[in-house]
């Protein structure tokens, strides 16, 4: 369940302004479930409460899904005390309320989902839905096909062995190499711990892909919303 105060609930549903919302609410033209509300501060679900304006019925809370390119250096939270630049910056205002589902950390780069979906987003992150995620990584040096072999058995880490995951070799050469790696897990900076583990330093590492969502050209800070048939395979994926 998610609640928003009234006056921003409004401002969501596309009636207004949150100062218009502010001038319905005072001059007593919103009811919340037969309920005249002139409190603006009072909190609604979007997907439960019944809006009126003016006698007016409001439409059911929409529900979003949006996929963003994060461009490196850019902070997967809602807001930072260090005043870096959020995922949500890169949105505009109407889409400022969805929420990033997953981590990525500040210096990756990739796919972004972000959905006012919270049922779905709690599936998508819950770890017994293992949902896939497709990453290209570049690392210093040449890497080994042993070394490749070893991520894909399993690194132990401080927490634990990882679990068997997918390993392509892209390209190597004696300054980088390129491979696509798989992930059914998501600790914390995962990937870049497996890379040192076995002696190498990840120069870039870019998401393309969770489950049946692609990143393809989408260009970094740019975002789209999801086709409902991209919905529909996210939901199937996790029935």
């Known amino acids: 369940m998610e609640l928003f105060r009234l006056n921003r609930a409004l401002a969501l549903c596309g009636l207004a302004s949150r100062r218009k919302a502010d ?10 479930n037969g309920q005249t509300v002139t409190d603006f501060s009072h909190m609604v679900d979007l997907n439960k409460d019944r809006l009126e304006v003016d006698g007016e019925p409001l439409a ?10 994060k461009p490196r250096r850019v902070v997967v939270t809602t807001d930072d005390e260090r005043g ?4 949500l910056d890169l949105l505009p205002e109407a889409l400022r309320h969805l929420k990033p589902v997953g981590r990525l950390d500040a210096d990756s780069e990739g796919l972004l989902l972000l959905t006012n979906d919270g049922a779905l987003a709690k599936l998508l992150t819950h770890p017994s839905h293992q ?12 890497i080994s096909d042993q070394h ?5 058995d399993g690194v132990q880490l401080s927490e634990g062995k990882t679990k068997p995951c997918w390993v392509r070799k892209i390209s190597a050469n004696a300054h980088t190499s390129v491979f696509e790696l798989e992930l059914q897990e998501g600790r914390n900076r995962q990937i870049r711990r497996m890379c040192a583990k076995v002696g190498y330093s990840v120069i870039r590492l870019v998401r393309v892909a969770i489950g049946g969502l692609q990143l393809r ?18 939901k199937r994926l996790l029935d």
């Open 23 to 32: 001038d319905y609410i005072r001059d007593g033209l919103v009811r919340v």
């Open 60 to 69: 059911r809370h929409k529900l979003d899904y949006v996929i963003l390119h």
């Open 84 to 87: 870096r630049t959020c995922v």
């Open 131 to 142: 949902v896939p995620k497709l990453y290209v990584v570049t690392v210093e040096g040449r």
């Open 148 to 152: 490749l072999r070893t991520m894909a």
């Open 217 to 234: 050209e989408l260009a970094s800070g740019h975002w789209r919303r999801l086709s409902n048939e991209e919905v529909a395979e996210l």
